[in-house]
């Protein structure tokens, strides 16, 4: 299992983007994003400079990817 990178709130919502979620709105420091597949949940991602380990993976957990797949973006 390949390690989690540390990323920015900034840099996760590019690659969220990427696999077709959008931006719907942003309040305060958390941007939520929505996916138009059903299977897929919605995301929401605090725009801070790094985020936690635990948080990232569970982000990716509810994009239904895995981390090598949110790595290669």
């Known amino acids: 299992m390949p390690k989690l990178p540390q990323v920015s709130g900034k840099i996760a919502v590019a690659k969220f983007l990427r696999l077709g979620y959008e931006v719907v709105r942003q ?3 958390h941007a939520r994003l929505i996916n138009n ?8 991602v605090p725009m801070h ?12 957990k509810d994009a239904g990817i895995d981390i090598q797949e949110f790595i290669d973006l």
């Open 27 to 29: 309040k305060g420091s």
């Open 37 to 44: 597949d059903p299977q897929k949940g919605k995301l929401s």
């Open 49 to 60: 400079k790094t985020l936690k380990k635990g948080l990232l993976a569970e982000l990716i």
